[in-house]
């Protein structure tokens, strides 16, 4: 679960409550994720690389964390959800995971993310 706040801010504290609840009645495992805000550092090198690097680490980490409590994890179901920017980070976890040949989100769900930067 990855917020907005148009890169500059918010945090992972951000994500409603109601919308974590509606994941776990479903099945699902909610995690939200931080990343490195703008302009302290830039889009590709901070939020892009951070939700990117969160992906693998809830693959390679979290299956073996939350067994450890019970919980099963299956790292080839991961599905990246945003709002707003957080939309858009999700979209570019799709081309950023194969520069480093990881492998993209299952699915990715974009509430609202922007697509189109370019200003005519």
């Excluded at 990855?2 to 919308?19: F, N, V």
Aim: aromatic share 8%.
């Amino acid at each position: 679960m990855i917020h907005g706040g148009g890169y500059m801010t918010l945090s992972k504290k951000a994500i409603r409550p109601h919308q974590t609840q509606f994941l776990l009645d479903n099945g699902y495992l909610p995690v939200s994720i931080d990343y490195r805000l703008c302009p302290e550092i830039d889009l590709i090198t901070g939020p892009m690389t951070d939700v990117r690097d969160a992906l693998g680490w809830l693959r390679d980490k979290l299956p073996a964390i939350a067994r450890v409590r019970g919980v099963v994890v299956d790292p080839t179901r991961i599905i990246a959800i945003g709002w707003s920017t957080g939309g858009h980070l999700a979209l570019t976890t799709a081309w950023t995971c194969e520069e480093v040949g990881q492998e993209p989100p299952v699915a990715i769900l974009s509430f609202y993310g922007p697509t189109n930067f370019e200003s005519e």
